[in-house]
């Protein structure tokens, strides 16, 4: 990279974080509270991060503060816990973080078969308690990037798979091969993007797409949900093939970079000619108002200076000038600040989205296993929705809120990704479907409960003729006081018979003779039209139909 050292266009410092939600399947013979992340704990590589802000004191820093004063009382609550002071048990944070540190670099070769190195900063799992989501984190770096090289690696490298295949056999839209690589140099993984045919069975067979074999070596031993190999935890994939993308670019020169490479950048575009826009300019042209923050971004006469916040819901950028202290300092810059408050902004609302999907897709599910027939099938429907119920509940109370922050940066970025990915709309459709689903379960309950009611009520009405009749015989009538044992058996099994026949047959009859009763106490009914409906009780079902 030595030659674009000069190049004003040079990007100095590059960062890029992908996330990628994913559903997490259930656990076998796990309870309602599924805690994915306990068959990590002593699986290789992974191993359990603890933050610095709740773990040690002696690595609690100024930056970490800068972090934790960021947020709102209530994000701060569930972002890091209530403290150590408090006794009770959900004090501490819901979020538990897994990190490998075997992959320490990855090599990408693009399509022109020109090669890019990159640094692995960090490969994190984001667990959260209650919800079966888990989020892979992916932090690279590199030093001195070509601008049209750090857009054509934000174009292609977070993709979970091909969407096509180019004639010699590449994959579209991907690099054309990726390798993590450890701190030897020696290759851990590589893609897959040239074997066609497996993408293309795996979808017949599964109908799902298949995991590129790069980012499923990164995930185990967690496995996709159809994969052949065994797993402890399998996962599904929820949203589009493209990774969110979160992008720190500290360019030589801000004044070399024209409005099209932010067009570009805001929509993650491939590279292309310099000044030309990756659209038409009728979709470019609301650009600055829709996806760019400028409060930090200053233009006077021909000259730019500051910091340009780039959103657009599944993508964020932070664009600013390498020799700006305060934008690269590495203890208390934006740069620290973009890893960490700013991915945590990013995050959040990706989370609430990758929840609200997987309880649609739980709901769907739970559905289409539904057999209105089969009694167990009804009883499993009716446990199943009053679960997801209860996680819809605590999803409300634990991870939905509406703002995350007072500064005007954070709270502004945050409210952009939420709008762009329409989290509102969809948490509104989620709760308005379970909300149908309970109404439809508080309902057929009330059915069943009125409809016994009813024959309770019917069975009582016919049984004062058993009572009448039994206490007609406690009259002493018929005297057995001083009969034999034998004798009082007898007579009490001649009662005691008949009485539980005329029972169960009254509960058997007991829907018929309720729409007796109704007819009898009816005064306006004719009496012949009373004596039909009596009669009606017994008539057989297939003479009714």
């Given at each position: 990279?030595a030659?674009?050292s000069?190049?004003p ?5 590059f960062?890029q974080i ?6 997490l399947?259930p656990l076998?013979e796990a309870g309602?509270?599924r ?5 990590l704990?002593?699986a290789?590589?992974w191993?359990?991060?603890?933050d ?5 004191p ?6 970490h ?5 960021t947020f ?6 569930f972002?890091?816990g209530e403290?150590?002071s408090?006794a009770?048990h959900?004090a501490?944070?819901?979020?538990r973080?897994f990190?490998?540190n075997?992959?320490?670099?990855v090599?990408?070769?693009?399509p022109?078969a020109?090669?890019t190195?990159?640094e692995?900063?960090h490969?994190d799992?984001?667990?959260f308690?209650d919800?079966?989501v ?5 932090e690279?770096?590199?030093a001195?990037l070509d601008l049209?090289?750090?857009?054509d690696?934000l174009?292609?490298?977070?993709r979970a798979y091909p969407t ?5 056999g590449?994959?579209g ?6 390798e ?9 993984a590589?893609?897959d993007h040239e074997q066609r045919?497996?993408?293309l069975?795996y979808?017949?067979?599964h109908?799902t ?5 790069h980012w499923?070596?990164l995930l185990?031993?967690l496995?996709?949900q159809?994969?052949?190999a065994?797993?402890?935890?399998r996962y599904?994939?929820?949203?589009f093939?493209?990774m969110?993308?979160m992008?720190?670019l ?5 004044n070399a ?12 575009a491939?590279?292309g000619?310099?000044g030309s ?5 009728p979709h470019?042209r609301d650009?600055e108002?829709r996806?760019?923050?400028?409060r930090?971004w200053h233009?006077q006469?021909?000259?730019?200076s500051?910091?340009r916040?780039?959103?657009?819901g599944?993508?964020f950028f932070m ?8 934008f ?20 959040i ?13 739980r709901?769907?599910e739970?559905l289409n296993?539904?057999?209105i027939?089969d009694?167990?099938?009804v009883?499993r429907f009716k446990?199943d929705?009053r ?8 999803f409300?109370h634990r991870y939905w809120f509406?703002d995350?922050?007072d500064q005007p ?7 952009m990704?939420?709008e762009f ?7 509104d459709?989620?709760r ?6 309970s109404d ?6 009330l059915r069943r ?7 309770l009520?019917v069975?009582?009405i016919f049984?004062l003729i058993?009572?009448?009749v039994?206490?007609?015989l406690?009259?002493n009538?018929i005297?057995?006081a001083d009969?034999?044992?034998a004798?009082k ?5 001649l009662?005691l018979?008949?009485t539980?026949?005329l029972t169960?047959?009254t509960i ?8 007796f ?6 005064e306006?009914?004719?009496w ?5 409906a009596?009669?009606a009780?017994?008539?057989?079902k297939?003479?009714d139909?």
């Open positions: 990279m030659e674009t000069t190049d266009r040079c990007v100095r410092q960062r992908l996330l990628w939600p994913l559903r399947m076998a309602p509270l805690r994915h992340w306990e068959v704990k002593n290789a590589p191993h359990e991060v603890e610095e802000i709740t773990g040690d002696a690595q609690f820093q100024e930056r503060y800068s972090e934790f004063v709102l009382p209530h994000v701060q609550r972002l890091y403290g150590k408090r009770r959900d501490a944070s819901p979020i973080v990190r490998r075997d992959v320490r670099q090599r990408l070769t693009h022109d020109s090669v190195a990159l692995v900063v490969v799992l984001y667990f308690h919800l079966d888990v989020i892979l984190a992916l690279v770096s590199a001195d049209a090289r750090a857009q690696v174009f292609r490298f977070g096509f295949w180019h004639e010699d590449s994959g839209h991907c690099m054309r091969k990726v993590w690589l450890a701190a030897s140099g020696e290759v851990l590589t893609s045919e497996r993408f069975g979808v017949t067979r109908r797409p298949c995991i590129a074999a499923e070596y185990r031993p496995v996709p159809h994969a052949d065994p797993g402890p935890v599904s994939q929820l949203e093939h493209r969110p993308v992008g720190y500290a360019v030589a020169c801000l970079l024209t409005r099209p490479d932010f067009v570009r950048l805001g929509m993650v491939a590279p000619e310099e826009l990756p659209c038409p300019e470019a650009f108002q996806h760019c923050y400028d930090h233009v006469g021909g000259s730019v500051g910091t916040y780039i959103a657009s599944a993508a664009v600013g000038a390498a020799d700006e202290p305060f690269v300092d590495a203890r208390i810059g934006l740069v620290e600040q973009f890893r960490r408050q700013y991915l945590l902004l990013f995050l609302p990706h989370l609430q989205k990758a929840a609200l999907l997987m309880l649609s897709d709901l769907a739970t296993r539904l057999e027939g009694a167990d099938s009883r446990r929705i679960l997801i119920k209860e996680v819809f509940l605590r409300s509406h995350m922050s940066p954070a709270r502004a970025l945050y409210c990704a939420r990915l329409g989290s509102q709309t969809l948490y459709e989620v308005q479907e379970i909300a149908d689903m439809y379960l508080d309902s057929d309950s409960q009125a409809n016994t009611v009813v024959r009520t069975v009582t049984g058993g009572t009448v039994t206490g007609f406690g009259m009538l005297a057995l009969s034999t044992l004798a058996l007898f007579y009490f099994a009662v018979i008949p539980i026949w169960l047959y058997a009859k007991s829907k018929r003779l309720s729409d009763l109704e007819v009898l106490t009816e306006r009914v004719h012949r039209v009373k004596l039909a009596f009669f009780v017994w008539r057989s297939r003479r139909d």
